[in-house]
């Protein structure tokens, strides 16, 4: 996994860790990230996680560790991201540890191939105005300015030309259940100052971070397949679109359980 620049490897642990409902703490984020107590004290004695001392102890806001996460996930490759996930699977509480599923999470309503936008605050408008095509959304206005607010601080289009739009901390009062909605502008579109140009927009309706992370990562993993982003590009319409997807996380599944499969046969 990528830490601030540094890879450390995340070893497997026996047990399935249940993460804290207040702060973490050096062990708990430790069980969390499935690194050592030391690695975790060392990474924030240097400056590389977020945390403060109370009372001469290091503790750790769950929405900033998550935030931090977030930021990770946008500069791995895909071996790191597939320990991204198998860590934020393995510390997700025992009834929830399923895998999930961008075809699920990604109706067909909620796509638009092409997408009728031309500029970053119509892409915004007409994005939150495809995810509430489907009834899960229920205050888009809110929505919109949540996700503007997010792009303001820091844009989220990547150098692929695909932005991965998002409010700052999941929406849950808003939101009937977890989903994502995807669209597909004719040309690409100048996406905040300093930013790259994007064509290909996914807006992330988290209801908790986990959750919200999670998706990133499977995303992320699907975004950086060779030959995906062409062929995304290339679809017709919505129907090939969301097939696409669902045949690349299909694939990316086989090839997670031939890693494991390695790793387990190296310990």
């Given at each position: ?57 290091w ?38 540890q ?55 601080m ?21 939101l009937?259940?977890?989903?994502l ?26 209801i ?60």
């Amino acid at each position: 996994m990528l830490l601030y620049g540094r890879v450390c490897n995340l070893p497997n642990l026996p047990f399935a860790p249940i993460m804290p409902k207040s702060d973490f703490d050096i062990d708990s984020l430790a069980v969390y990230l499935h690194l050592t107590p030391q690695q975790v004290s060392r990474l924030s004695d240097r400056g590389r996680l977020p945390g403060r001392k109370v009372g001469g102890q290091w503790r750790f806001s769950q929405a900033e560790i998550h935030h931090w996460l977030e930021r990770r996930i946008g500069l791995s490759d895909d071996v790191e991201l597939l320990d991204v996930e198998n860590v934020l699977q393995r510390s997700a509480p025992t009834d929830d540890q399923q895998d999930i599923s961008l075809g699920e999470l990604l109706p067909r309503e909620a796509i638009a191939v092409p997408l009728s936008a031309r500029t970053r605050n119509s892409v915004i408008t007409s994005m939150v105005e495809l995810a509430a095509g489907t009834g899960w959304l229920w205050d888009p206005k809110k929505m919109v300015e949540a996700v503007r607010a997010r792009e303001d601080m820091h844009p989220t289009a990547l150098e692929n030309g695909i932005a991965l739009l998002h409010p700052r901390r999941p929406m849950s009062r808003i939101l009937g259940r977890a989903f994502l909605a995807l669209g597909r502008t004719v040309s690409s579109i100048p996406f905040g100052a300093g930013a790259p140009m994007a064509d290909i927009f996914f807006l992330v309706c988290s209801i908790e971070d986990r959750g919200h992370l999670r998706a990133l990562a499977r995303l992320s993993r699907v975004l950086t397949s060779p030959g995906f982003l062409d062929a995304l590009r290339e679809a017709s319409n919505a129907d090939t679109a969301h097939q696409l997807i669902v045949e690349t996380e299909g694939k990316l599944r086989g090839e997670g359980v031939r890693v494991g499969s390695r790793k387990r046969d190296q310990v």
